[in-house]
T-cell receptor, first 114, second 114 residues
């Protein structure tokens, strides 16, 4: 039972580079979301999706794009990396029509932008 | 806007002590509340989920209670062990639906001294 899988686990980018953080879940969850976690700031919601083809902005969406073409995958794209995007990124999923509403998290991607 | 508070931010106790971690929220219109554990450098692991209609949930040495009317939840850890050292976060899901955004507290970092 894989749950929520994030890749890569670690990444170093140069300012201005772009990249995609991958997130996949195998629980048939409708709801998926991306958070960033910074010291003293807690978890902040970047983008979320309530189903395939539907996405919306969270609290800190600037500099990030998402799309949801399948139920399983929810990639997060950094368009032009900035040092302020140095953070730990978590993907989460929850809610299936046949299951409950318990949220599950991936192991995180630790991103450093230099 | 829902706000979730966890105080204190850090707690240190001797091994064997029973302890209570507090979580308070400002809007009592919640669908459920979830407690998570986060080890350093790791993702969030779900501990307990309490539906709004429930008063408490138990798993092993952990017991979580919910008092919606007062906007409070507690996580009780019995006979604490050094392996319980971690950050504990609570999160609430609003009554707007199962498919809605979680609001997190900033967590309590627990250290259990041998």
């Amino acid at each position: 039972n894989a749950g929520v899988t994030q890749t890569p686990k670690f990444q170093v980018l140069k300012t201005g580079q772009s990249m995609t953080l991958q997130c996949a879940q195998d629980m048939n969850h409708e709801y998926m979301s991306w958070y960033r976690q910074d010291p003293g700031m807690g978890l902040r919601l970047i983008h979320y999706s309530v189903g395939a083809g539907i996405t919306d902005q969270g609290e800190v969406p600037n500099g990030y794009n998402v799309s949801r073409s399948t139920t399983e995958d929810f990639p997060l794209r950094l368009l032009s990396a900035a040092p302020s995007q140095t953070s730990v990124y978590f993907c989460a999923s929850s809610y299936s029509f046949t299951g409950g509403t318990e949220a599950f998290f991936g192991q995180g991607t630790r991103l450093t932008v230099v | 806007k829902q706000e979730v508070t966890q105080i204190p931010a850090a707690l240190s106790v001797p091994e064997g002590e029973n302890l209570v971690l507090n979580c308070s929220f400002t809007d009592s219109a919640i669908y459920n509340l979830q407690w998570f554990r986060q080890d350093p450098g790791k993702g969030l692991t779900s501990l307990l989920l309490i539906q709004s209609s429930q008063r408490e949930q138990t798993s092993g040495r952990l017991n979580a209670s919910l008092d919606k009317s007062s906007g409070r939840s507690t996580l009780y850890i019995a006979a604490s062990q050094p392996g319980d050292s971690a950050t504990y976060l609570c999160a609430v899901r609003p009554l707007t639906g199962a498919n809605s955004k979680l609001t997190f507290g900033k967590g309590i970092t627990l250290s259990v001294r041998p």
